[in-house]
Structures are given as structure tokens and as C-alpha cells.
């Protein structure tokens, strides 16, 4: 009834509604909305289904889709970072930095980072390091508090773009 009144324009319409919906349902299908993820200190080799928060860096939920393959995203990451003598891991998220999430009553510009379909890679160093971090725009470079072991990139699943990058022990 709806593609009969509205004609080409109800057609592209309900494409596009379609594909939200798909979206949506991938995004979210396997991300049960009721359970707080649990608190780690680095990124697992496989998630729980109500999957992790490190270190409030980032928020990781399973998720099932078709993409940027793992290898694909390996390949990204070494554009961004050497590999080193030890395999990096590849794991499928749905990826939410927090600290991209702007407050209550803000009202400015901001990107945004939740739910997105995405592959953390993992590269990890053989012992920990020593990482100085900041350093832009003349204000001086910080050490982090302790040293590091790992260091992960967001890779976005659907596009092979970067998104983030984050230290973890």
C-alpha cells in the first residue's frame, strides 16, 4: 500500500528505513542494553556478552557483522604503528569511546564515538614500556603513570578507518 501511494519516492524510502533497521539490529543484537560491562584492565581475547570497559578508555560489546576483514585492519594499524616481534590480535567490537560522549547540556560540536562497528588490534610489546604521551600544540609531554604493555588501535569494521588509539598494561 505504501510503495502503491508513494511510488518511487515510498521505495527509496523503505530502503533506507530498511537499512537503519539492519543497522541497528547488527549494532545491537548481541549487545544486551541491561548489563554493565565488566571493569579490565586490557583488551580480552574474546568478550563477555555484556562485554568489558577499560579503564573507562573504552567500552567493548560483541558484535556480528561483515566487513574490514581482521587482516585488513592489521594491515591499517601498521600504517599507524610498528609491529613488533609479537603477533598482533585482531578482535570484532562494537567500540564506544567515552570520552568522545559529550555532557549533559553541551551544546558545541563534537565526534562522537558509540557503538561503532569496529576492530580493535592489539600490538603488545615484548616487556613493558616507558610511554610519554601529549605534547601537542606546546604543552609538554607527559609520562604515563606506569609502564605499558599493550597498544591498541580502533580500526571502524565497515569503513577500515581509524578511530582511536589507547594504551593498556
Do not use: C
Not at 567500552?59 to 604503528?81: C, D, F, N
Amino acid at each position: 500500500m505504501f510503495l502503491r501511494k508513494y511510488g518511487a519516492l515510498g521505495s527509496v524510502a523503505a530502503v533506507i528505513l530498511g537499512l537503519g533497521i539492519n543497522y541497528g539490529l547488527i549494532a545491537h543484537a548481541t549487545s544486551p542494553a541491561t548489563l554493565s560491562p565488566d571493569s579490565v584492565t586490557e583488551v580480552p581475547l574474546s568478550l563477555p556478552p555484556n562485554g568489558v570497559d577499560i579503564n573507562h578508555q573504552a567500552i567493548l560489546k560483541p558484535i556480528h557483522i561483515v566487513g574490514v576483514m581482521s587482516r585488513e585492519a592489521i594491515q591499517t594499524v601498521a600504517h599507524y604503528a610498528r609491529i613488533g616481534p609479537i603477533s598482533p590480535k585482531a578482535l570484532l567490537v562494537s567500540f564506544t569511546a567515552p570520552q568522545s560522549i559529550p555532557p549533559k547540556g553541551f551544546h558545541g560540536a563534537a565526534d562522537i564515538i558509540r557503538d561503532v562497528p569496529a576492530w580493535v588490534v592489539t600490538l603488545s610489546a615484548p616487556t613493558p614500556q616507558q610511554v610519554a604521551q601529549g605534547g601537542s600544540l606546546g604543552a609538554p609531554a607527559s609520562m604515563l603513570p606506569a609502564p605499558i604493555t599493550h597498544f591498541n588501535i580502533a580500526i571502524n569494521a565497515l569503513s577500515g578507518k581509524f578511530l582511536l588509539g589507547f594504551f593498556t598494561k
